[in-house]
C-alpha cells in the first residue's frame, strides 16, 4: 500500500557492516510490523512495535537484530554485523487495530537488502 | 501455533480461463482469519480476499473468491478469467482474531504459488 512509506528500497552491505532499515506507517496508524522475506520463501513475522513499545519480538534472531518506533520519526530495524544470510527483503506493514478483518495490515513495498 | 501449507509451487493458466491455488491451514484457534496475497515480480505484497472463521459465506472481491471449507481447513483463492497481469506469487496467510474480530496483525504465511498465466 503507497500510504506505508519504506526506504531505502534497495540496501547493498558488505558482511559486517550495518544495516539500517526505516518505516513511517500510513497516518494516523501507531502500530508497525517487520517481516522478513528470505529468497524463494514466505513472509515471516520478526517485531510487532507500537510508538516506543516492543510489543512482541518473537520473530526476531536473539543477535544483531533490533527494532525501535520512537516517539517521532519512523520506525526503524536495525541489523549489525550482517552476514550473507541476511539477503532478504524486509517488509514493514502498518495495522490499524480496530478496523476487523481484512485490511488490517498494510504493506510497504519492502527493502531488498543485499550482503556481498 | 498455526501453519499454512500451499502444495503447489507453480501453477499454469491459459488467459480469460479459471485457476484454483489451493491452500490448507492447520491452527488451534477458535477464531481466525485467513488472508490472500498477490507479489507481482515488482515485490510488493498486495491484499487480495480476506475471510473470516465463522463468515458463513465464502468471500469474494472481484475476479477472486475464496473457497472456505472450514471441515477441511482450506482456503483456496479462485480466480476466474484470468489476465496476464495475474501472473505473480500468490500467497495464503493466517491469523489468530480475537472473538469481536479484532487481532494484533501477526500473520503466518505459505510459501507461496508461482502463478503464470499464458496468452
Known amino acids: 500500500n503507497a500510504g506505508v512509506m519504506q526506504n531505502p528500497r534497495h540496501l547493498v552491505r558488505r558482511r559486517g557492516q550495518e544495516a539500517r532499515l526505516r518505516c513511517s506507517p500510513m497516518?494516523?496508524?501507531?502500530?508497525v510490523y517487520w517481516y522478513r522475506q528470505l529468497p524463494e520463501e514466505g513472509l515471516k513475522f520478526m517485531v510487532y512495535?507500537?510508538?516506543?513499545?516492543?510489543?512482541?519480538e518473537s520473530g526476531m534472531p536473539k543477535e544483531r537484530f533490533s527494532a525501535e518506533f520512537p516517539k517521532e520519526g519512523p520506525s526503524i530495524l536495525r541489523i549489525q554485523q550482517v552476514v550473507r544470510g541476511d539477503s532478504a527483503a524486509y517488509f514493514c506493514?502498518?495495522?490499524?487495530?480496530?478496523?476487523?478483518?481484512?485490511?488490517?495490515?498494510?504493506f510497504g513495498e519492502g527493502s531488498r537488502l543485499t550482503v556481498l | 501455533a498455526q501453519k499454512i501449507t500451499q502444495t503447489q509451487p507453480g501453477m499454469f493458466v491459459q488467459e480469460k480461463e479459471a485457476v484454483t491455488l489451493d491452500c490448507t491451514y492447520d491452527?488451534?484457534?477458535?477464531?481466525?482469519?485467513l488472508f490472500w496475497y498477490k507479489q507481482p515480480s515488482s515485490g510488493e505484497m498486495i491484499f487480495l480476499i480476506y475471510?473470516?472463521?465463522?463468515?458463513?459465506q465464502n468471500a469474494t472481491e472481484g475476479r477472486y473468491s475464496l473457497n472456505f471449507q472450514k471441515a477441511r481447513k482450506s482456503a483456496n483463492l479462485v480466480i476466474s478469467a484470468s489476465q496476464l497481469g495475474d501472473s505473480a506469487m500468490y500467497f495464503c496467510?493466517?491469523?489468530?482474531?480475537?472473538?469481536?474480530?479484532?487481532?494484533?496483525?501477526?500473520?503466518?504465511f505459505g510459501q507461496g504459488t508461482i502463478l503464470t498465466v499464458h496468452p
Open positions: 506493514a502498518s495495522y490499524f487495530p480496530d478496523r476487523v478483518g481484512a485490511g488490517e495490515l498494510f
Open positions: 497516518k494516523g496508524h501507531s502500530h
Open positions: 512495535l507500537q510508538k516506543e513499545n516492543i510489543i512482541d
Open positions: 491452527t488451534s484457534d477458535p477464531s481466525y482469519g
Open positions: 475471510q473470516g472463521s465463522y463468515d458463513q
Open positions: 496467510a493466517i491469523k489468530k482474531e480475537n472473538a469481536g474480530g479484532t487481532s494484533y496483525g501477526k500473520l503466518t
